[in-house]
């Protein structure tokens, strides 16, 4: 079961990677036409220690902490990834859907 969990968040992660890459390139150019002026991707409430007004930090995050998963197999921290993790799929595919048209 634990093998199969960690397949899952290691091919979520790899997944997330791609779009956040594809993601920050569309939000760099929309910050050079003056369309894109955020300061964070996430609200300070999202569960997410990282701040920033690209994917690239909070993707870091996420495969941080699947590392100490490994480590620790600790419950509490497996639930906080999943979640950040299905927080960074909705929002990337918000974001493809608006921005890819």
Do not use: C, H
Not at 54 to 74: G, R
Not at 75 to 99: A, C, H, M, P, W
């Amino acid at each position: 079961m634990t093998a199969n969990v960690n397949q899952q968040l290691i091919d979520n992660i790899s997944i997330i990677l791609k779009k956040s890459l594809t993601a920050d390139a569309t939000l760099a150019d929309l910050r050079e036409k003056k369309l894109a002026s955020f300061e964070a991707i996430f609200k300070k409430d999202a569960g997410f220690n990282s701040s920033a007004n690209t994917f690239q930090p909070y993707v870091e995050e996420v495969a941080d902490d699947l590392l100490k998963w490994q480590q620790s197999q600790d419950q509490k921290l497996l639930i906080s990834l999943v979640k950040r993790i299905e927080q960074l799929f909705s929002v990337l595919g918000n974001f493809e859907k608006t921005y890819t048209q």
